[in-house]
């Protein structure tokens, strides 16, 4: 097969305190060398913590609406919106509203939560 090929039935479900996220698409599917895709789920109030990772992802929202703090510039995205978050830059996502997010990076992507000694590596959605 030319296409790595994912159905319904085998999209992995992460739940947090924060949020769930189901994994589309990622190299533990076998369907991805490097890339991985996800959704993000958060009811209204949630809030992940404030965290960074070793490489760029891109968030857009497919309905609800979040807060995205990014270096401590607060922006608010609705239904339609996308925002690109470089390497390195501290983030946290609070959800204004019911809403789901679709996201994409790395696989390798390495997270660290600010105020903790050690990185606490690579989420298990991502990779």
Same mark, same amino acid.
């Not at 996220?21 to 009811?43: D, I, K, V």
């Given at each position: 097969m030319s296409a790595g090929l994912i $159905? *319904?039935?085998?999209? $992995?479900? *992460?739940? %947090?305190?924060?949020?769930? !996220?189901? *994994?589309?698409?990622?190299? +533990?599917? /076998?369907? %991805?060398? /490097?890339? +991985? !895709?996800? %959704?993000?789920? !958060?009811?209204a109030g949630q809030r992940g913590p404030l965290h960074s990772f070793d490489s760029e992802q891109i968030w857009h929202v497919l309905h609800g609406q979040v807060e995205i703090t990014i270096d401590g510039e607060q922006l608010r995205l609705g239904a339609g919106d996308t925002v690109v978050v470089a390497a390195g830059r501290e983030r946290q996502v609070t959800a204004l509203a019911e809403t789901q997010m679709l996201v994409c990076g790395y696989a390798t992507a390495v997270a660290s939560v600010s105020g903790e000694a050690s990185p606490r590596g690579v989420p298990a959605w991502i990779g």
């Open positions: $159905r *319904t039935h085998e999209v $992995r479900r *992460t739940e %947090t305190p924060n949020a769930v !996220m189901n *994994t589309l698409a990622s190299p +533990s599917q /076998g369907s %991805t060398s /490097g890339l +991985s !895709m996800w %959704t993000a789920q !958060m009811r």
